[in-house]
């Protein structure tokens, strides 16, 4: 296995033998054929290993989720149809009705609503905390049915570093996993298994793809986190599987396998959010570039940042590896490197003069995307979050003259000119 996380993005996941495609082969297939009906049971029993049905598993989806596993360092991966199909998955594999999580209030919109409205539905009940919140409340907002901590690295969009040691270590001081989506800075960027952190999820949709091509997500295991120490708030992986015959994932599995498996096993099975073999192709085509375009988002976006900064006609700016921004101190430790291409700032004026200035764009594109190679930029005052007040906007951290930009890998010096001609006309 490649040490540097370069040769791995470009080479990972799969290495072709003598005579086979360098490029990974899309099997773009539902089933396999055996010669014999004996040979089909024992894959069905677990006891071999092989493909049957793409809804459990396909080698091209199986290829490149071994990729993001090498490149997070982790010792299990699985693909999903979407980055909210991961996060769905991740919880929902160790925790159900009657359970609890305990969650950051600035993780990505479409991860609080599944949390606080839908999993609610299902009888799961969610603390959010402020990832800035004291070591003291942290604490209180676990519970005896507490299954799991959940953060993102970076939040999507408020920009949030999460202080990923303290969160790992009240985990564990209560016994459960830390659960953490990294999809902002990548494994190029941020490592959070390194920082005690026990299960990653991605959108790949966003820098892994790259190129706003292909939806898709991945789970990855680190393998470091011990169900059977305790195995009584964790029967699922624990205790046997009466849907699987009786298995007991954690010891069919061991510690390494058994978080995949059991998402691959039962509710990939029973739930079906598969990605399609067709988009992993794609995926797999941005991963083999992600180490040479992560820098440079990053490298883009700073330099956007301070021109910001120093610009007569903005008000505030956000990016957290900016000298004095709030979460500059954080993102120095867990991604000295930079963190990701997005910025977020308020020109002077307010509401009228963010509309404004994004309709002046020219190289720019307005997109509800981010995270890919070219610059986009949203409001989401009139967009994404149009149905609420200026009040109802600052309580989910969002103002009205919020102008959330991502920067993409085109030349810098045209994408400043850009917000330069942009901003003189408002
Ligand atoms: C976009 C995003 C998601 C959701 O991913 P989809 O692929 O759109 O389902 C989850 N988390 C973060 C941080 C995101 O940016």
């Not at 600035?106 to 009888?123: A, D």
């Not at 305790?230 to 009786?246: I, M, N, Q, T, V």
């Amino acid at each position: 296995m490649a040490e540097q996380l370069g040769t791995i993005c470009v080479q990972g996941g799969y290495r072709p033998g003598d005579g086979e495609p360098r490029q990974l082969p899309i099997y773009q297939n539902t089933t396999w054929k055996y010669d014999t009906g004996e040979h089909m049971a024992r894959l069905f029993d677990l006891e071999e290993e092989g493909y049957f049905y793409s809804r459990l598993a396909n080698p091209t989806c199986d290829a490149v989720a071994r990729k993001i596993c090498e490149l997070e360092g982790g010792a299990a991966a699985i693909l999903t149809g979407s980055g909210m199909a991961a996060n769905f998955l991740a919880i929902f594999n160790i925790a159900e009705a009657g359970d609890h999580v305990v969650a950051c209030s600035t993780i990505y919109g479409g991860t609080f609503n599944l949390l606080s409205h839908t999993m609610k539905r299902m009888g799961l009940d969610c603390t959010f905390v402020d990832p800035n919140c004291s070591d003291e409340e942290l604490d209180a907002a676990f519970r005896p049915n507490t299954k799991l901590v959940f953060g993102e690295s970076i939040a999507n969009p408020a920009l949030v570093v999460l202080d990923i040691d303290r969160f790992a270590k009240a985990a564990h001081a209560h016994g459960v996993p830390l659960v953490m989506d990294n999809t902002f800075p990548t494994p190029i960027l941020c490592n959070p298994f390194k920082w005690g952190c026990d299960i990653l999820t991605h959108s790949t949709t966003k820098y892994m793809d790259g190129h706003a091509a292909a939806l898709g997500g991945c789970i990855v295991d680190s393998g470091n986190f011990d169900w059977m120490a305790h195995a009584d708030k964790f029967p699922g992986l624990c205790a046997p599987d009466e849907s699987y015959h009786g298995i007991v994932y954690a010891e069919h599995f061991g510690q390494a396998g058994a978080y995949i498996n059991k998402a691959a096993c039962q509710l990939m099975r029973d739930l079906g959010t598969v990605q399609s073999p067709n988009n992993a192709f794609l995926t797999n085509l941005g991963l083999e570039s992600l180490h040479a375009r992560m820098p440079l988002h990053a490298s883009n976006a700073l330099k956007i940042a301070e021109h910001l900064a120093a610009h007569p006609k903005v008000a505030w700016v956000s990016h957290p590896s900016l000298p004095g921004d709030a979460n500059y101190e954080l993102a120095q430790k867990y991604m000295p490197n930079g963190s990701c291409g997005v910025v977020s700032f308020g020109p002077k004026g307010g509401r009228e003069a963010a509309e404004a200035f994004m309709a002046n764009l020219k190289v720019a594109q307005i997109a509800t995307h981010v995270a890919d190679a070219k610059t986009c930029v949203l409001h989401p005052a009139s967009t994404t979050h149009r149905q609420m007040t200026d009040e109802e906007l600052i309580a989910c951290g969002i103002s009205a003259d919020q102008v959330r930009l991502s920067c993409g890998i085109e030349d810098v010096r045209d994408l400043i000119a850009d917000i330069d001609q942009a901003l003189e006309q408002i």
